[in-house]
C-alpha cells in the first residue's frame, strides 16, 4: 500500500476519533479535549503578539506553542496507533495537521530509523492557516514566518523519536515562495530557541526590536493610496519610485481596472511638480473630433461652436503633470500634434499661428499593445517610441492576491464612510472567494463589489458570500475574444467550452455577449473591448438580437 494510501486510511481512523458533545460544549479527539477556534481570531492574536512582543520574542513563544501541541499529538497517535510500529506513528502525524485545520501535509522525502535514533525528512505544506494569517496582517517579506507550525513538527517528531530533531522552513508564503517547504533532521543537545523568555527583564530590548520591526515592515509597504506588498506590486512600485525625481515620460501599462491613474497620481505627488497641477484627461472619452481642441486649446471661431478660446490641457497643467490615460485611442492626426509637443516644448492652438511655451511632464497610460498598434499601422511609431523611455507593467489583481486582503482593508474602511455603513470586514469563506476569483475588472472591480456588500451587510456586522455575488466557480480571467465567425479565442478556452451547457454557436455567442455588458456595467464600447470587438462588430450582433 502507498504512503498516500496509508495516510489517507489514518486519516479515516482519526476522523472516527473526533466527538462533539453538545450537552457539555466540548469537543474531543480519542481523549484529548480540544477547541473549535476561528481562525481570523487566532491570526488577530498572533499579530498582536508581535506588535507587543517584538517579532524575535513571539516567534520564539509561537514556536513552543506549537512543540507542545506537537508533543501531545504524538501521545494521541501513540494511542491509536497501540501495538503498531513508529513508522505507523509518524504517518498519522500529516493527517493531524489537516484534520485539526492547520496545514496540509506532503512528504517528500523521509529517512526514518527508530533504533538508530536517525530521522531525516523534507515535507510540503500548503494551504496553510498561518502563513495566511500572517500575509494577511504583515504582507510578504523576507523570512519565513510558520514559526507554530515548525514548532508542532518539530514536538511531534521529537517526543515519539526521544531524540532532538530541529526543522527549518527553506521555502515559505509569507517570503513570496509558491508553497512552504520544511527539512528536519535529529541533533543533539537541547535548543535554546524552547527555553521561556524573561521578558519582564528586557522591556528596553524589547522596545527597541519593535522598533526595528516596524521599520523593517514600513519598507515594504507602499504609502497612501498605493496599497501591495506582493513581489509584483513591489516590483512595479519599486520602478515607480526611481522616476520620481526626473522628468522622464513615463508609460503605466496595464489592464482595465488596475489603478494606472493612482500610479500616476502618485508619481506627480511624489515629484518635484508636486505643487503645480496634475491634468488627468482620458484619449477614449473623448470624440475623436474635439481631442485636438481638449489637449492644446482653441481660438474663438476656430471651429463650429467655438464661441471664446479656450486653454487646452497641456495648458493647465504647465509646470507640472499631464496625464493620457487610453493613450492608444488617441486618433492619428493628434498623435502628429503630441510628438511635436513632446518634442518642442510647443503647442499650437486651433486657430491660432503663434505656437506657445509649455512645460509639462508627461504620463501616459494604456491597457492596448502599443508595439502591435504600430505594426498594425494605427499608432505612429515615432510616437511611440517617445512615450516608452520608460514603461511600468501594473499586474493584474489575479497575479497579486496576496494583496486582496489589503485591498479589503482599505476599500471597506473608505466605503463605510461614504455611505455610513460600518461593516467589520469579511467572512472566511467571503474572503477566500475574493482570493480565488480572476477579477478581469481588477480593482474597479473589487471596489463595486465591496461596495455592494457594504450596502448589503447589516450595520457593524460582516460581509458574507451571498453579499459579494461573484460568479461561482470563478469566471474566466479577461481577455476573451469573439471572432467574426463567432469562435471563442481565449488561453482558457478550452475550459469555457467545456463549461458550456451546449454547442449552439448562437445560444453561447449570446451568453459571451451578455457577460461581456455585464462586466462593464452596459457600456457597449467596454464590452467590445472584453470581446477584442470594435464598436461596429458588437453594434451588428446586439442589432441581430433586437436589443
Known amino acids: 500500500m502507498s504512503q498516500a494510501i496509508e495516510e489517507r486510511a489514518k486519516a479515516n481512523e482519526l476522523w472516527s476519533k473526533l466527538r462533539f458533545d453538545p450537552s457539555t460544549g466540548s469537543v474531543w479527539l480519542d481523549e484529548q479535549r480540544m477547541l473549535l477556534l476561528h481562525t481570523g481570531s487566532l491570526g488577530a492574536l498572533r499579530a498582536e503578539l508581535i506588535r507587543s512582543l517584538g517579532e524575535e520574542r513571539a516567534a520564539g513563544l509561537l514556536l513552543r506553542m506549537g512543540y507542545h501541541s506537537g508533543v501531545q499529538d504524538a501521545e494521541i497517535a501513540r494511542r491509536l496507533v497501540g501495538d503498531g510500529n513508529y513508522e505507523d506513528v509518524f504517518l498519522i502525524g500529516p493527517a493531524l495537521h489537516q484534520l485539526e485545520g492547520v496545514v496540509e501535509v506532503e512528504t517528500v ?184 481642441s481638449e489637449l492644446f486649446g482653441a481660438e474663438a471661431g476656430a471651429f463650429t461652436g467655438a464661441q471664446g478660446s479656450r486653454a487646452g490641457r497641456f495648458a493647465r497643467a504647465d509646470g507640472g503633470t499631464l496625464f493620457l490615460d487610453e493613450i492608444g485611442d488617441l486618433p492619428y492626426p493628434a498623435q502628429v500634434k503630441l510628438l511635436r509637443a513632446l518634442q518642442t516644448g510647443e503647442i499650437d492652438r486651433l486657430g491660432s499661428d503663434r505656437p506657445q511655451k509649455v512645460d509639462v511632464r508627461l504620463i501616459a497610460a494604456t491597457n492596448v499593445d502599443l508595439a502591435q498598434a504600430v505594426a498594425d499601422g494605427k499608432f505612429r511609431a515615432d510616437l511611440f517610441y517617445r512615450l516608452n523611455p520608460y514603461p511600468i507593467d501594473i499586474p493584474p489583481l489575479r497575479d497579486r492576491a496576496s494583496d486582496i486582503p489589503l485591498f479589503v482593508e482599505f476599500l471597506l474602511e473608505r466605503m463605510s464612510a461614504r455611505h455610513g455603513r460600518p461593516v467589520r470586514g469579511l467572512s472566511d469563506k467571503a474572503m477566500e472567494m475574493l482570493r480565488a476569483y480572476d477579477w478581469p475588472g481588477n480593482i474597479r472591480e473589487l471596489e463595486n463589489v465591496l461596495e455592494r456588500g457594504v450596502m448589503l451587510a447589516e450595520p457593524g456586522g460582516v460581509i458574507d458570500v451571498d453579499a459579494l455575488s461573484l460568479p461561482v466557480p470563478p469566471a474566466p480571467q479577461s481577455g476573451m475574444r469573439l471572432t467574426r465567425d463567432g469562435q471563442v479565442k481565449d488561453r482558457k478556452a478550452d475550459d469555457m467550452v467545456r463549461a458550456m451547457p451546449d454547442l449552439d454557436l448562437a445560444a453561447n455567442e449570446a451568453r459571451l455577449l451578455d457577460e461581456a455588458l455585464r462586466r462593464a456595467g452596459g457600456d457597449v464600447a467596454e464590452a467590445a473591448k472584453l470581446l477584442g470587438l470594435t464598436r461596429r462588430q458588437i453594434d451588428y450582433r446586439l442589432k441581430a438580437r433586437n436589443y
Open 109 to 292: 522525502s523521509l529517512d526514518l530509523d527508530v533504533e538508530a535514533g536517525h530521522f531525516a525528512g523534507e515535507f510540503l505544506w500548503r494551504n496553510g492557516w498561518e502563513a495566511k494569517a500572517h500575509i494577511s496582517e504583515f504582507g510578504v517579506g523576507d523570512h519565513a514566518a510558520c514559526w507554530n507550525q515548525i514548532g508542532y513538527a518539530t514536538g511531534y517528531v521529537s517526543a515519539f523519536l526521544g531524540r532532538r530533531v530541529r526543522f527549518e522552513e527553506t521555502e515559505c508564503r509569507c517570503k513570496g515562495d509558491e508553497t512552504c517547504r520544511i527539512v528536519g533532521r535529529t541533533v543533539e543537545g537541547e535548543s535554546e530557541d524552547l527555553a521561556p523568555d524573561d521578558i519582564a527583564g528586557e522591556i528596553d530590548a524589547m522596545a527597541e526590536e519593535i522598533h526595528t520591526l516596524r521599520t523593517r515592515l514600513g519598507t515594504h509597504r507602499a504609502p497612501e493610496n498605493l496599497v501591495g506588498q506582493s513581489p509584483a506590486f513591489l516590483k512595479s512600485y519599486r520602478l515607480l519610485e526611481r522616476a520620481a525625481d526626473s522628468a522622464i515620460t513615463v508609460l503605466l501599462l496595464g489592464e482595465t481596472g488596475v489603478g494606472k491613474e493612482v500610479f500616476a497620481q502618485w508619481l506627480h505627488d511624489h515629484s518635484p511638480r508636486r505643487d503645480k497641477p496634475f491634468v488627468a484627461v482620458n484619449c477614449g472619452a473623448i470624440p475623436h473630433d474635439l481631442i485636438e
